[in-house]
């Protein structure tokens, strides 16, 4: 596939390099030259020193035979202008836009076919306060996704040495297989598909499904403890701090946010209700003794710099709060992030490259999602009537190794998979991959030839 990307700051540097590495004909569009040295340096995709917003520049980059134009620049302006002039060279085009700004977003028609036509809006930092919020949810999670409008949950969890899961065969979990399903697990930064036969270790982290419906039986399973969420404290009054302060605002969730910039502290206060607007640096340590972060169940990190959220984080830990979640975009340090006690770390790389996976995957893709360290994937995919995985038992299936189906969604119905369970023509599908199979998955998700 051809794809031009606008942009080549953080987020659209990193979907470049997603892209790249899914061996994607990748040409990226950036006017600052220190950027586009950077892409030379790191990248396999060709660089053009220019505007998205050039005529010129966008038909000697290829739009006419490009099939997607991902405009990712930090302004919306540029990106709406890009994907217009796109879609002048181009009627057939996909066109995905990094839109910021709310009242923008809030202009749904704005989008529609009849005007700028953009078929899909990237807003990363809303992505990541939905991300914040389902983590508050399952406060002992690492990872809270939802699939299928919220019926299914995908569940990361890191398994304690004193955890009922510690040494326990997949086999064992027989009275539980209709309820939940474990569908990959990290192991010492290594991602694998487990099979029956496999033991969870203490300190794995496992990712299972389940039905939405089944978080109490999950709770038992996991021995997690049953408590309200009282107390969060936020750390950034940006795009993404303002956005989760402002959903906390609607809950009788006691709720404090930490900002250093006296002008954006005033706009908080004016817009909040509930929530308490603090001037003040988050890494004063005595400031955050005063704020009664020991009392905290939840210590959001999310300002504009990953190191602060970091040392943010540690001293909220230090002093007591129960849980992290720290703002951090290089995925190379979540790794060292882990190991020095930090919890869950959100990205908006991850949040930014999800939204775009599911244009690049064939089949009928609803969505993807990254897993740590992004070897692996969990897909949500409509089960085409001429595609090679209905009306056959999963086990007679030549599904290929290294994926697994985690669970079907046909009508209201959540089925969690056994050997015997046969795929519909539109069930929704819910599948663990690794990345380096997906070409081979991508092959049963599609329309056989023999169907033309």
């Not at 340096?41 to 998205?52: E, I, K, P, R």
């Amino acid at each position: 596939m051809k794809i031009i990307i606008v942009g080549a700051g953080e987020v659209g540097f990193q979907i470049a390099q997603k892209l790249s590495e899914e061996m994607q004909d990748v040409i990226v569009i950036e006017q600052d030259q220190e950027h586009i040295k950077r892409i030379n340096d790191n990248l396999d995709v060709q660089a053009v020193l220019g505007s998205g917003t050039s005529p010129e520049i966008l038909k000697t980059s290829g739009i006419k035979e490009a099939e997607l134009l991902v405009a990712a620049t930090d302004s919306d302006e540029v990106n709406l202008v890009a994907c217009l002039l796109a879609r002048t060279f181009n009627q057939y085009i996909l066109k995905i836009a990094r839109i910021r700004n709310p009242e923008y977003i809030a202009e749904k028609e704005l989008f529609s076919e009849d005007l700028l036509a953009v078929d899909q809006i990237i807003n990363p930092e809303s992505v990541m306060v939905e991300t914040i919020r389902n983590l508050m949810m399952v406060p002992e999670a690492s990872d809270v996704i939802e699939f299928a409008e919220g019926r299914v949950r995908l569940i990361g969890m890191t398994v304690k040495q004193d955890s009922p899961l510690a040494d326990r065969q997949l086999l064992s979990f027989k009275n539980t297989e209709e309820k939940i399903l474990i569908g990959a697990i990290l192991r010492d930064n290594q991602i694998f598909i487990p099979h029956g036969n496999d033991v969870i270790q203490s300190n794995d982290l496992v990712y299972f499904v389940s039905s939405s419906a089944e978080m109490d039986h999950i709770r038992r399973l996991f021995s997690m403890k049953e408590e309200g969420l009282r107390r969060v404290l936020i750390v950034g009054g940006g795009q993404t701090g303002e956005g989760l302060a402002n959903a906390l605002d609607k809950t009788k969730i006691n709720t404090k946010i930490i900002e250093k910039d006296g002008a954006k502290c005033a706009k908080l206060a004016e817009g909040l209700k509930r929530v308490t607007v603090i001037h003040g640096d988050g890494t004063d340590k005595d400031l955050l003794q005063e704020v009664s972060t020991h009392d905290a169940d939840f210590m959001v990190a999310v300002t504009g710099d990953e190191e602060s959220n970091v040392l943010i984080s540690l001293l909220a830990k230090g002093l007591g709060a129960k849980k992290s979640i720290t703002r951090m975009n290089k995925l190379s340090y979540i790794p060292l992030v882990s190991a020095i006690g930090i919890d869950t770390v959100v990205s908006s790389r991850l949040s930014a490259v999800r939204a775009i996976l599911q244009y690049i995957r064939k089949g009928k893709i609803i969505s993807v999602a990254p897993l740590k360290g992004e070897h692996a994937e969990v897909i949500e995919a409509e089960a085409l009537e001429t595609s090679d995985l209905v009306n056959t038992p999963l086990s007679e299936l030549k599904f290929p190794k290294g994926a697994l189906v985690g669970a079907i969604v046909r009508g209201n119905e959540t089925i969690i998979p056994k050997g015997d369970t046969v795929i519909l023509p539109k069930d929704r599908l819910i599948i663990f991959t690794l990345r380096k199979v997906v070409p081979k998955l991508e092959k049963l998700l599609t329309v056989k030839l023999e169907f033309f």
